[in-house]
Each structure stands twice: as structure tokens, then as C-alpha cells.
């Protein structure tokens, strides 16, 4: 049975509030929004423009891009549902004040439940894959920075989603989750050494490698699992 993309989002949604996305065209009224495969060198540093620190805003920029961008589709993969194509080509999101703010699908289009090789594909190859390549175009940040950000944008889908089975009492999709994040990550070469998951107790949090510099601007204050604080640890 096939099942409509908009019972999909419903679905998604319902598990994780802020993981949201319309359908069909951007509306026209709100300004911002780019077809992904259209976005430029230009558009990124627009959405950066009077940033105390480059670095920081094009490093958070990332962030969020790679979360706007794939965190629905890997919501879905990550429950056993047929996944919204995060391909550029059938996206477009919604830059503003230095981050992405929104997304739409453009197409109803939806991949196979558990075939994780086209998610990954559609997710890294034909998307963020070029993105990261003219972000670090426009910023010289280090690579191994961009993609740990990138893995924690994607590891923060997977932990929506498995948070809500666990407020649920339901230890099957939990273990779901858990299992098909560690597919995707088998699957994502570019993911490779960016961090990991550790489970603590209920607790099942993401590990970076890397720091996104949020603390630069932040007052000295970090993320949770930032690689600061295991250095400091150490």
C-alpha cells in the first residue's frame, strides 16, 4: 500500500514537533527561499552578512542547512516509514538571519522504506556534498569541522525520534531508531570519524569529534557532547 507523502510529514511531525516541511512551491510572500540546487556562493554569504565572526556564522550555517535539509527524511527512514527525497533537486529551503530556517518538499515523491543506499545518495551525494564544497568556497573552514557538523545536524534526527519512543514506553521503535542510525552512518563515508553515539543509562546522546565554534560567540558557553568538553575531561 502506498502511503501519501503528507501522511508521512504528519507522521514525523507528530513524533517531533519541530521537524516540519510543506509541499509544492515556497510561497512567494516570504522572502529567503532558494531551490537547493540553485544555492550559491552569493546566496551564503548573504545569509552571513554583518556576522561578528565568519567562521562562527558560516560554521553554524552548516548546522543548520544540514538539519533543515535532511532531518525530516532521516525521521522517517529512522521510524520504517518511505522517506521525502532530500535531494537538492526537490528541495528548496529557507535562508535568514544566517541560518536555514524552513524547507519544502517540491515533490511528492517518496524513496523506499529501507533503502538506506538511495537515502544516502539523495541526502549526501546530490546535496550536501556540493553544498559543504561551496561553503568552504566562500569560508576556509576545515573539513573534518564542516562534516562534524554535518553528522551532529544528522544524529539530532535520529535522537528526536528515538526520544519520543522512549517518552512513549516503546523499546521496539527505540531500537529501530538505533538500528537504522547505524546503517546510515555504515553507509555515509563522509560521516566517517565525525563522532558517535553513546548511550548512558536512558540516555542516548551524540559524541562530536569536532567543534562547531559556537562557544566563540556564545561567551565561552558549548554544546552538549561538544569534543571541548571531553578534551577539558581528559
Given amino acids: 500500500m502506498t502511503v501519501p507523502v503528507e501522511e508521512v510529514l504528519a507522521a514525523v511531525a507528530s513524533r517531533a514537533d519541530h521537524l516540519r516541511a510543506s509541499l509544492g512551491e515556497p510561497p512567494e510572500a516570504e522572502e529567503g527561499w532558494r531551490a537547493c540546487h540553485a544555492v550559491t556562493a552569493a546566496d551564503l554569504e548573504a545569509a552571513v552578512v554583518g556576522a561578528a565572526d565568519r567562521r562562527v556564522a558560516f560554521s553554524l550555517l552548516v548546522q543548520s542547512y544540514a538539519h533543515r535539509v ?3 527524511s532521516l525521521a522517517a527512514f529512522a521510524v520504517g516509514l518511505p522517506w521525502p527525497s532530500p535531494a537538492a533537486a526537490a528541495t528548496s529551503v529557507r535562508l535568514a538571519g544566517g541560518r536555514a530556517r524552513a524547507l519544502c518538499f517540491r515533490a511528492g515523491a ?8 538511495s537515502l544516502v545518495d539523495a541526502a549526501f551525494a546530490s546535496h550536501l556534498v556540493p553544498f559543504v ?6 569560508e576556509r573552514l576545515g573539513e573534518r569541522l564542516v562534516w ?9 534526527a535520529f535522537r528526536a525520534v528515538e526520544g519520543a519512543a522512549r517518552d512513549r514506553g516503546d523499546a521496539g521503535e527505540r531500537a529501530a531508531v538505533r ?3 547505524a546503517e546510515l552512518l555504515e553507509r555515509a563515508p563522509w560521516l566517517e570519524g565525525t563522532g558517535w553515539f553513546d548511550a548512558v543509562g ?4 551524540w559524541q562530536r569529534s569536532a567543534c562547531c565554534l559556537w562557544y566563540r560567540t556564545s561567551g565561552g558557553r558549548t554544546c552538549e557532547g561538544c569534543s571541548l568538553r571531553r578534551q577539558g575531561a581528559a
Avoid at 564544497?133 to 566562500?138: D, E, G, I, Q
Fill in 110 to 117: 517518496l524513496g523506499d522504506a529501507g533503502d538506506v543506499g
Fill in 70 to 72: 535532511a532531518a525530516v
Fill in 179 to 181: 538500528r537504522r542510525a
Fill in 133 to 138: 564544497s561551496t561553503v568552504r568556497s566562500c
Fill in 148 to 156: 562534524a557538523n554535518v553528522a551532529a545536524s544528522c544524529a539530532a
Fill in 202 to 205: 536512558t540516555d542516548w546522546g
